[in-house]
Nanobody, 122 residues
Framework: QVHLVESGGGLVQAGGSLRLSCAAS????????MGWFRQAPGKEREFVAA????????YYADSVKGRFTISRDNAKNTVVLQMSSLKREDTAVYYC???????????????WGKGTQVTVSA
C-alpha cells in the first residue's frame, strides 16, 4: 500500500503557472505508475497525466498537452505536475494516484490522495 499527499495548489491568474507535488510513503515508490486526475465542480473526475515507473514514458490528456508536464523522482518518492498557461477551465481539485506498474498508463488506479484545490481566475 502507498499513502499519497498532494501539495502546491492555490489561486493563480489565467496564463500563470503552478507546480503540484505528490509525496508518497509506504511500499517502494518505483513499483508504481503515477497519475494526476482532476475534478471540477459538477463534473466527473478526469484523467490529466500519467508517468510510468521509471519515468521514461508519459501520457497526457489532450486538454493539457503542451501546457502540463509530469515528472517523478524515485529517490525522493515524489511526482510533480508542472502546469503552465493555465486556463479558467483548469480549475478543479487535483488528485495524485498510484497503480502497480503495467503496460497501460490509463489502467485502474488503486491508491488516491485527498486532493489539492487549483483555482484559476480571470
Amino acid at each position: 500500500q502507498v499513502h499519497l499527499v498532494e501539495s502546491g495548489g492555490g489561486l493563480v491568474q489565467a496564463g500563470g503557472s503552478l507546480r503540484l507535488s505528490c509525496a508518497a510513503s509506504g511500499r517502494t515508490f518505483s513499483i508504481y505508475d503515477m497519475g494526476w486526475f482532476r475534478q471540477a465542480p459538477g463534473k466527473e473526475r478526469e484523467f490529466v497525466a500519467a508517468i510510468n515507473r521509471s519515468g521514461g514514458s508519459t501520457y497526457y490528456a489532450d486538454s493539457v498537452k503542451g501546457r502540463f508536464t509530469i515528472s517523478r523522482d524515485n529517490a525522493k518518492n515524489t511526482v510533480v505536475l508542472q502546469m503552465s498557461s493555465l486556463k479558467r477551465e483548469d480549475t478543479a481539485v487535483y488528485y495524485c494516484a498510484a497503480k502497480y506498474g503495467g503496460p497501460n498508463l490509463l489502467g485502474e488506479y488503486r491508491y488516491w490522495g485527498k486532493g489539492t484545490q487549483v483555482t484559476v481566475s480571470a
